[in-house]
Nanobody
Framework: QVQLVESGGGLVQPGGSLRLTCAASGNIFSVNVMRWYRQAPGKQRELVAGITSGGSTNYAESVKGRFTISRDNAKNTVYLQMNSLKPEDTAVYYC???????????????WGQGTQVTVSS
């Protein structure tokens, strides 16, 4: 069994910062690309940022310069540092990871449970 556990969400004022954490655990052989998505009420889930096992990153245009994705491969953990937060960043943030389980040759993707980020005065 593989699980992604997210934490770090909360309520913050505009201009504030939050750091999200997503840790993969279970019968893991390797963790490949890891991504953060978000979904606001009534909207499609959108890609926020991604990072490969080698450290290559990409960001949605709306968060470039404000958010930073990073990872600790030894801990199978991905982070999302969110600075200069805006009300439009309010959403449930989901971690996604492509993982090869032990005793498997297949790479599958897994979702975290989501963590709420609310940016409001």
């Amino acid at each position: 069994q593989v699980q992604l556990v997210e934490s770090g969400g909360g309520l913050v004022q505009p201009g504030g910062s939050l750091r999200l954490t997503c840790a993969a655990s279970g019968n893991i052989f390797s963790v490949n690309v890891m991504r953060w998505y978000r979904q606001a009420p009534g909207k499609q889930r959108e890609l926020v940022a991604g990072i490969t096992s080698g450290g290559s990153t990409n960001y949605a245009e709306s968060v470039k310069g404000r958010f930073t994705i990073s990872r600790d491969n030894a801990k199978n953990t991905v982070y999302l540092q969110m600075n200069s937060l805006k009300p439009e960043d309010t959403a449930v943030y989901y971690c996604n990871a492509h993982i090869i389980k032990t005793s498997s040759s297949r790479e599958l993707f897994y979702w975290g449970q989501g963590t709420q980020v609310t940016v409001s005065s």
